[in-house]
C-alpha cells in the first residue's frame, strides 16, 4: 500500500498574477510529483472555500499562505507516514481532518492540491498516464475525446461587463480531431481579431480566459460578431462551427430580474431571449442560462430548448451532489460543467461525475479562468470521458498547456471525438 512520505506546498501566482497553491507529495521510495490549483473569478455560492489570507498589505487579501501553511504543518504532520488505500481513503482524510461543510478550516484549495498530486504519484508509480489514473477513479474506459468548447469572446466578469453574458465559444463541429479543431479555431480567431481591429479600432487585447473582449454594445452583437468571424475564415456557421454561450446569468440577476445589457428582463422574458437566440444562431450549448438562485425557472427553460442545445449547470450545481440530486429531481438541466477546485477533492467530484452520468446527462469538464501551467484538467476531461473540454482560447500558456497535452494524448492514442451528446429527449 502507498505510504506517503511527505507532503509540500507552496504559493505560487496564476494567470492573473493571483497568488494559488502548488502541492507536491512523495510516496515512499518514489520521486515526488506536484500539482496546482486553479481559482475561479464568477464563483458560484455553493463552492466550497477558498482559503485566502485576506491581509489587504498583501496582494490585496488574495495570499495563500495560509492554505500552503495548513499543508505543509498539519496535513503534513497528519498524513506522512501514513498509508491509503485509494484515492478515495486519501480524500477521506482530508475531509475529516478539515471537518467543515465546505472546507473553510484548512480552504479547498490545500485540500485539491493535496488530493491532485497524490493522484499524480500515484499514477507514476504505477507507470501509467494520469488520465488512466482518472478514468480508473469512474471505472472508465476512454477511447474518445471530448469536443472543445473554445472561448472567443468574453463579456460580463472575465472582461470589464461591457456586456452581460460571460463567454462566446466556438464549437469546431466539422473537425476530426484535436489537432484539426485548434487549426480551424486558430483561422477564426484571427478573423475576429481583424473584425475587432475594422469595427472597433482596438488592437488584439485579451480577456481573463484569452478570449477578445471589444466595447460591444449588446450580447446579441457579440454573438453576431462570432457569427461574422465563422464566416470571414471561410466556414459554415450551423456546420464547421457550432456555439455554446456561457451566459453567467447570475452575474446580473438581482430581485428576480435579469439586467441584460440595460434591460430589465423577468425570468420568462430572460427564457425567450435565449430562445431567441437559439432560433438565429447555431448555439448548442448553454451554460448557466439563468440564475443559480432561481431553481424555479430552470425547468422551463430546459423545457423550452433541451430539443436543441445542452442545459448545462455551472453556478447551479457547484459540482456539488446535493445541488444535482435536485437539478435532476426537478429537470433543471441535462449537463454538469464539472470543475474540481469547487468541491474540492478528485474523489468528491467523481460522486458528482457518477450521479449526472446515471441521470444520462452530458459533462463538460471545465478549468477556470485563473489557471497555472499545470495540464492535468486535458488529463481529467480525457479520463473522465467529458463531452465538453472548456478550457478557454487558444492563446495563453496556461490554456495551451492543456490544448498541447490534448495533442499529445491524441498522437499516442489516435482516438475519434465521442458523439455529441443527444438533446431532444425530455429524459435528460
Ligand atoms: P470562473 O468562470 O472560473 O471565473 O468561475 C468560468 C465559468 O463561469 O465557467
Ligand atoms: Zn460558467
Given at each position: 500500500m502507498p505510504v506517503i512520505e511527505r507532503l509540500r506546498a507552496r504559493e505560487i501566482l496564476d494567470s492573473r498574477g493571483r497568488p494559488t497553491v502548488w502541492a507536491s507529495c512523495k510516496l515512499s521510495g518514489r520521486e515526488p510529483c506536484s500539482t496546482s490549483v486553479p481559482s475561479g473569478a464568477s464563483t458560484g455560492r455553493a463552492e466550497a472555500h477558498e482559503l485566502r489570507d485576506g491581509d489587504a498589505r498583501r496582494y490585496r487579501g488574495l495570499g495563500c499562505?495560509?492554505?500552503?501553511?495548513?499543508?505543509?504543518?498539519?496535513?503534513?504532520?497528519?498524513?506522512?507516514?501514513?498509508?491509503?488505500?485509494?484515492q478515495s481513503d486519501l480524500d477521506h482524510a482530508l475531509i475529516d481532518i478539515d471537518s467543515t461543510p465546505n472546507k473553510s478550516r484548512l480552504g479547498a484549495n490545500a485540500l485539491l492540491a493535496v488530493s491532485l498530486s497524490f493522484a499524480r504519484s500515484m499514477a507514476a508509480s504505477s507507470g501509467i498516464p494520469l488520465w488512466k489514473y482518472f478514468a480508473g477513479l469512474v471505472h472508465a474506459d476512454p477511447r474518445t475525446f471530448p469536443?472543445?468548447?473554445?472561448?472567443?469572446?468574453?463579456?460580463?466578469?472575465?472582461?470589464?461587463?461591457?456586456?452581460?453574458?460571460?463567454?462566446?465559444?466556438?464549437?469546431?463541429?466539422?473537425?476530426?480531431?484535436?489537432?484539426?479543431?485548434?487549426a480551424m479555431t486558430y483561422d477564426v480567431y484571427h478573423s475576429a481579431a481583424d473584425l475587432v481591429k475594422q469595427r472597433y479600432g482596438m488592437r488584439l487585447l485579451r480577456a481573463d480566459e484569452g478570449g477578445l473582449a471589444p466595447?460591444?454594445?449588446?450580447?446579441?452583437?457579440?454573438?453576431?460578431?462570432?457569427?461574422?468571424?465563422?464566416?470571414?475564415a471561410g466556414y459554415l456557421p450551423g456546420k464547421d462551427f457550432r456555439l455554446a454561450i456561457d451566459v453567467a446569468a447570475s452575474e446580473f440577476y438581482c430581485s428576480n430580474r435579469y439586467n441584460l445589457d440595460g434591460e430589465e428582463l423577468d425570468p420568462p422574458a430572460m427564457i425567450e431571449r435565449l430562445v431567441c437566440w437559439i432560433d438565429r444562431y447555431p448555439i448548442v450549448s448553454v451554460e448557466d442560462g439563468l440564475s443559480q438562485?432561481?431553481?424555479?425557472?430552470?425547468?422551463?427553460?430546459?423545457?423550452?430548448i433541451a430539443a436543441r442545445s445542452l442545459i448545462v449547470g455551472d453556478d447551479l450545481l457547484c459540482t456539488n451532489v446535493g445541488r444535482i440530486r435536485r437539478a435532476i429531481d426537478t429537470g433543471a438541466a441535462n449537463a454538469l460543467l464539472l470543475k474540481l477546485n469547487q468541491v474540492g477533492t478528485l474523489t468528491e467530484a467523481a460522486d458528482a461525475y457518477r450521479m449526472a452520468r446515471s441521470a444520462r446527462w452530458a459533462v463538460s469538464i471545465s478549468v477556470r479562468s485563473g489557471e497555472t501551467e499545470d495540464d492535468w484538467a486535458a488529463d481529467l476531461a480525457v479520463g473522465w470521458q467529458g463531452d465538453q473540454f472548456k478550457n478557454g482560447s487558444i492563446t495563453q500558456s496556461e490554456r495551451l498547456a492543456k490544448y498541447n497535452r490534448l495533442l499529445a494524448i491524441e498522437q499516442e492514442t489516435k482516438w475519434p471525438f465521442i458523439n455529441w451528446p443527444e438533446t431532444g429527449s425530455s429524459e435528460r
Open positions: 499562505r495560509k492554505a500552503v501553511a495548513n499543508i505543509n504543518d498539519e496535513l503534513n504532520g497528519l498524513l506522512s507516514r501514513r498509508s491509503f488505500e485509494s469536443r472543445l468548447t473554445i472561448n472567443l469572446f468574453s463579456g460580463g466578469r472575465h472582461a470589464g461587463s461591457q456586456v452581460a453574458i460571460q463567454d462566446v465559444l466556438l464549437v469546431p463541429s466539422s473537425a476530426q480531431s484535436i489537432d484539426e479543431s485548434l466595447p460591444f454594445r449588446t450580447s446579441e452583437e457579440m454573438i453576431e460578431a462570432a457569427m461574422h468571424a465563422i464566416q470571414k438562485e432561481d431553481w424555479q425557472h430552470w425547468p422551463h427553460l430546459k423545457r423550452a
